[in-house]
């Protein structure tokens, strides 16, 4: 817990774990060995906040890097999210179809959204650092919203 | 951007998430919209409604003046009460805004507006005034007070704690003013709201309102924000500026099948802005009208938005203008305009949600009744 970043911007603070890497949409994918599992981060939950449903892919489908996998409603607005990187989903989080609230809750732990099978794990390599993607919050977030 | 007066309370100590409305920073969410909406249903939170803008109309044509302007029959409201939702119309009969006027005395009135309307409506008024003639003062009360909305079946109960113990015996959309609270004297207390509940609405000046704030919040009564007062709204049938009413005929139908019920309209009443075509528009039958639409539990988890499509088979008969899944009703529901000819209550629509047609029964307000 002591090495996650925490990024402030205004009176905000996210969240972003150094265990994993992320995506300029705002998907962390953790990797292990062959496997990843992806989910949305503090930043993204924040921004949507209030989640009502989850889209999930179905088990056994394929996902492309960077390619719409399906969406996250909330009170206020529905966001799209992404695949980090190309595979074949072999885990989807179910507990999110009756508590969609745990993305809000918990991002990067219980609120996970499905697991791959990874078919090109070179990808990898373009996805952003944790750093990296702090910097991309912050930049980010300095814009106006309203 | 202007703060509500309490808005760093809310934040520093709160941790209210802020967000813009209009030209104003207010708090969107506290816990989170969902549990907030659900406090409110089943026991008791709070809202800080600073944002509403508060006219004082003041004069010896205060009372032309109103039944000038507005669609409701001001004639048989009696001192100390509100006047309910009424509308301020267009000449093409569309809606400028819903407001409220309580009557304070013959020739002094107060009106609360919608926030985003506020500035629009401040210089209607003034011109209305001057292409008339019409002797009246307005004054914006809008940064003299804080105001507190206290509302769920707990409500009178809260009340009474804050010294109120008189609470309970105001009818819906009486009020009473400048009482003496616990914690000091307030301007104005209402029994109303805008979230289908019962509640309060308490004006007072910011420094006695934060003292409420945190005798509230000491009584375990938990605060709520922007968010849910909008599911709240939507769950309750009331309506919204931009959503279910604006004064683009080309966007929204005329105020006749806004269907706002509560004597919003009084027919039997003549000379206000906005009649003639809104009696044509009645005389020829409205064509679109405003209905809920209630979604099967087998739908699951949707959220029907403003403008997705409502169709009987292959025919677009109507569009959503707020939608959302009810956390009471375990369901998504929506408000929509429906053809007239289609608007049959009980029958079944689909509408497109994210290019997915789900069924919906055609329903009228509320979805939730009051506890």
Redesign the interface.
């Known amino acids: 817990m002591s090495s996650d970043i925490i990024v402030e911007v205004g009176?905000?603070k996210y969240i972003v774990k150094r265990d994993r890497l992320y995506t300029e949409t705002d998907e962390w994918v953790k990797i292990e060995g062959n496997k990843g599992v992806v989910g949305i981060t503090d930043y993204a939950q924040?921004e949507l906040?209030?989640i009502?449903?989850v889209e999930l892919p179905e088990v056994g489908s394929t996902v492309s890097k960077g390619k719409r996998v399906g969406?996250l409603?909330?009170?206020?607005a529905?966001s799209d999210y992404y695949a980090p990187l190309s595979g074949r989903v072999t885990r989807v989080n179910e507990k999110l179809?009756e508590t969609?609230?745990l993305v809000?809750n918990d991002p990067y732990g219980e609120g996970w959204i499905f697991e791959i099978e990874l078919t090109n794990p070179g990808e990898a390599s373009s996805l952003l650092t944790p750093e990296a993607y702090a910097e991309k919050i912050k930049s980010h977030s300095a814009k106006p919203?309203? | 951007m202007r703060g509500i007066h309490l808005l760093d309370y809310y934040v520093e100590k709160l941790g209210a998430e802020p967000g813009a409305y209009g030209d104003w920073e207010v708090p969107y969410r506290f816990s989170g919209a969902i549990e907030e909406h659900l406090e409110v249903r089943e026991r008791v939170a709070f809202f800080d409604v600073t944002h509403m803008g508060r006219l004082l109309v003041k004069g010896e044509d205060a009372f032309d003046f109103l039944q000038y302007i507005y669609t409701k029959d001001l004639k048989d409201i009696k001192q100390g009460r509100m006047s309910g939702p009424t509308l301020s119309l267009n000449d093409w009969a569309r809606v400028k805004d819903d407001e409220m006027l309580y009557k304070l005395g013959d020739h002094e009135w107060l009106i609360v507006v919608n926030a985003l309307a506020s500035g629009k409506m401040i210089e209607f008024f003034k011109r209305v005034r001057e292409e008339k003639g019409f002797k009246v003062e307005i004054t914006d009360l809008t940064n003299e007070h804080t105001m507190l909305a206290i509302q769920g079946p707990e409500s009178t109960r809260v009340m009474e704690l804050l010294g109120a113990s008189w609470a309970g015996s105001l009818k819906p959309l009486e009020f009473k003013m400048n009482e003496t609270l616990a914690v000091g004297e307030v301007y104005l207390v209402s029994r109303s709201g805008w979230t289908g509940e019962d509640g309060y609405e308490v004006w007072a000046k910011p420094d006695v309102a934060l003292r409420i704030v945190e005798a509230l919040v000491k009584a375990g009564v938990k605060p709520a924000g922007l968010i849910a007062r909008d599911t709240l709204r939507i769950e309750a049938g009331f309506v919204l500026g931009g959503n279910e009413y604006g004064e683009d005929p080309t966007r929204f139908p005329c105020a006749v099948g806004l269907r706002y019920g509560m004597g919003a309209i009084t027919w039997g009443k003549k000379g206000f802005i906005g009649e003639e075509a809104l009696r044509a528009c009645r005389r020829e039958g409205p064509r679109w009208a405003r209905y809920g639409l209630k979604f099967s539990k087998e739908a699951g988890r949707i959220v029907p938005r403003h403008g997705d499509a409502v169709y009987v088979e292959d025919i677009q008969v109507g569009w959503v203008t707020s939608g959302m899944y009810s956390p009471v009703l375990k369901r998504a529901i929506a408000q929509a305009y429906i053809d007239t000819r289609y608007a049959v209550v009980g029958e079944e629509v689909e509408v497109s949600v994210k290019g997915k047609r789900f069924e919906a029964k055609i329903v009228d307000f509320p979805f939730v009744a009051k506890k």
């Not at chain 1, 409603?73 to 206020?76: F, H, M």
């Open positions: 009176k905000k924040k906040r209030d009502v449903s969406a409603d909330s009170v206020k529905t179809t969609p609230e809000n919203t309203h």
